[in-house]
């Protein structure tokens, strides 16, 4: 990576919005093009550099293994544009897959805890934007709250016993392909979804005014958009994808458990962070972020292919999350340097 | 503002509609879910003569890597491929939850290795990865904890509830003379190990006549719980002989509490505990004798397993028999599991040969 690599439209310079540079150069050198110049060449490098990545067999579960960090970055995504964080997705996951596991046992049928589970994990999403709009709590302090509470409540719902008896017809579904394309039936659904919610984030009226909320909430409501709204539904989104994410991850394993996605929550506020979103709200795109959670996913499987241990893994994972934070922001500061000595010449100059 | 309200209103009407609609629709329920996974049926027969192949790629992929019972486990399985002269690995991830192994395994069957012995973290979660797998040609054999007969050849398993049972209370009845009152403290109330374990010590005591059990307490295999649980026991029976505690938290939490206590040397502590947990205690006399199996022996017979398997030697079915290196002749017993033998017994003179 170049050092020339700059987070999209971090300039000191007052300019109108990041979106109006469409410049091939500057997109280019923007952040989202130095990650997916980065993910082409690990794809490379494992391609001829890794013993069986490239390997039909190998590129579908290695989908598999990031189809539910995918789904839960594109509503992590829009609540940090708008300056939000959800902490609260992977013990949301858990809980919601334990339910799956106390009503599957219940007798209910799939196709009712299918819609059971995604309501449920909006309305624990919905408690989040509750506390945040309403109660006026800062979204931190109630995720975290929030990601300790829904764990326990996972662990009441099935305690430390698993339920694994779920039908054959529905935990074979996720490895299944289209055909023969190495493409598992969940990249789909991740697909479908990343356009919808990409379409909304980038193509609409709501999708800018997510921007505008991040940039300055306070303008943004005197600008007619009604944040509390905005922010309690997304959090209800986040709520709604971590029990969708939940019934793909109890089927994908067969297995519902309380500590299902423990500690997910991380890979997928990095997955965002290193994407190009910037955690104080107000920039980022999706396609970043895509990119993002594929770079994750390609780093993980080609090093454990190549026989790198666990924990230079989470090296590797935690060094990403700290050069996407840290990055922007040496840029950003670099460039400030460099306009005050160049104020400081021009005075000195005039003077 | 009010549209909008009722708006909102109507979205989530919609919602809780369509979920009785879907409840009342019926469709898959576990009483009507008939299909069972199947692993693939292993139509190969055995070939009890085939020598073991040389060359076999054995991976050991533990609960957990770093965790010391396990290092000590694949160490044995080390020694074993290499006695082969087999092509040995470890790896795993760090955290033990129940899908962390999946990667792993998929990337095992990626690399064409001959045979996995795995310790599952859930029964059932690796069991799909597993499958492919073993479509793929590759041997599995779970130790230590199985993982769902679909998923795997065989099993090497390293206790039988029973001898586990029975010699914990040959063990303590040795040490107090076969007579006196006595307790158990286990984990929980609800632990099916445990619980089956007591189930034998009960039986086994109705040969000894003159040991009567007083009561089984639970220590939740919490360290401060146990600790408190023994002092307990021994205020209520104060002429208590022996305390046998079937879990490694409990043991080492006794040990702990009769060590600094006058009852030290004077009521008999036994059960299954670590040798480097209970070291201490055995120096300082507070415990005599305790048990548990020997993990080094488990990966070594785990090896040997999967190596015999990947000769075409066994298939896994009852009634086969293989040879496991100085360990001698197994014989696969019921559902592909090979028992590894009797506990091994922890004494002042053995102990420094454990490390684990």
Request: aromatic share 8%; hydrophobic share 45%.
């Amino acid at each position: 990576m170049s050092t020339t690599v700059l987070p999209p439209a971090d300039t000191s310079e007052p300019r109108p919005s990041a979106f109006a540079e469409h410049s091939p150069l500057r997109r280019l050198l923007s952040w989202e093009g130095a990650i997916t110049a980065l993910l082409i060449f690990a794809v490379l490098v494992a391609s001829f550099g890794v013993e069986g990545f490239a390997d039909s067999f190998n590129l579908a579960n290695a989908q598999l293994d990031i189809v539910e960090i995918a789904i839960l970055s594109l509503t992590l995504t829009l609540l940090v544009v708008i300056g939000e964080i959800d902490l609260s997705i992977a013990s949301n996951l858990g809980m919601c897959s334990a339910l799956m596991g106390v009503l599957w046992n219940g007798g209910l049928s799939i196709e009712t805890i299918i819609p059971i589970t995604i309501l449920v994990g909006a309305l624990a999403g919905a408690l989040n934007g509750f506390l945040v709009t309403f109660v006026g709590l800062p979204s931190l302090a109630v995720t975290i709250g929030t990601l300790a509470l829904y764990r326990g409540l996972a662990y009441v719902l099935l305690g430390d016993k698993a339920v694994a008896d779920f039908p054959v017809s529905y935990t074979t579904w996720p490895s299944k392909t289209l055909g023969s394309l190495p493409i598992p039936y969940p990249t789909v659904l991740v697909i479908v979804l990343a356009i919808v919610v990409g379409v909304i984030l980038h193509a609409t009226p709501v999708g800018r005014s997510l921007y505008a909320i991040g940039s300055n909430k306070e303008a943004a409501r005197f600008a007619g958009i009604r944040v509390k709204r905005i922010t309690f539904w997304l959090f209800v989104a986040s709520g709604a994808f971590a029990g969708l994410a939940a019934i793909i991850y109890t089927l994908r394993f067969s297995s519902a458990r309380a500590d299902n996605a423990n500690g997910l929550e991380l890979t997928v506020v990095a997955a965002v962070l290193l994407g190009g979103v910037s955690i104080f709200g107000g920039r980022g795109t999706l396609p970043g972020v895509l990119v993002a959670v594929l770079l994750v996913g390609v780093l993980r499987n080609a090093l454990i292919l190549d026989d790198v241990e666990s924990e230079t893994l989470m090296l590797v994972t935690g060094g990403l999350l700290i050069i996407s934070v840290l990055a922007p922001n040496a840029v950003t500061w670099g460039r400030e340097r460099w306009r005050l000595r160049r104020l400081a010449q021009k005075a000195a100059s005039t003077s | 503002m009010l549209l909008r309200a009722r708006r909102a209103t109507a979205l989530s009407a919609a919602l809780v509609a369509v979920t009785l609609a879907a409840a009342a629709c019926g469709g898959t329920t576990k009483d009507s879910n008939e299909d069972t996974a199947a692993g693939p049926a292993s139509s190969a027969s055995a070939n009890p003569d085939a020598p073991l192949k040389e060359g076999l790629k054995i991976a050991f992929l533990p609960k957990q890597v770093n965790n010391p019972y396990f290092t000590v486990a694949d160490k044995g399985g080390e020694k074993a491929v290499k006695e082969f002269k087999g092509e040995y690995k470890e790896v795993g991830p760090s955290d033990a939850s129940a899908s962390s192994q999946v990667q792993y395994i998929n990337t095992l069957t990626q690399q064409g290795q001959d045979g996995i012995c795995v310790s599952a973290n859930d029964a059932n979660a690796v069991v799909p990865a597993l499958t492919q797998a073993r479509q793929r040609g590759v041997k599995v054999v779970t130790f230590d904890s199985d993982a769902a007969k679909a998923g795997r050849d065989a099993f090497v398993n390293q206790a039988d509830p029973e001898a586990l049972g029975r010699t914990e209370v040959q063990l303590l009845a040795k040490q107090i003379g076969e007579k006196g009152k006595i307790a158990i403290l286990s984990a929980t109330p609800n632990a099916t190990n445990q619980n089956a374990w007591i189930e034998f010590m009960k039986d086994e005591l109705k040969k000894y006549p003159g040991m009567q059990l007083v009561k089984v307490a639970y220590g939740n295999d919490d360290d401060q719980k146990s600790f408190q649980e023994t002092q307990g026991l021994l205020q209520a029976y104060p002429d208590l002989k022996g305390i046998i505690s079937p879990t490694t938290v409990g043991i080492a939490a006794a040990a702990r509490y009769l060590s600094s206590s006058p009852y030290k040397g004077k009521v008999a502590l036994t059960g299954l505990g670590t040798p480097n947990q209970m070291r201490q205690y055995v120096k300082d006399g507070t415990v005599k004798e305790f048990e548990l199996w020997d993990p080094a022996k488990l990966g070594y017979l785990c090896a040997y397993a999967a190596a015999a398997l990947s000769s075409g030697q066994i298939t896994g079915a009852e009634g086969e028999k293989f040879k496991a290196g100085e360990l001698g002749e197994y014989t696969i017993g019921k559902d592909g599991a090979i028992l590894l033998g009797p506990p091994q017994v922890f004494d002042a003179k053995n102990i420094d040969q454990f490390n684990f």
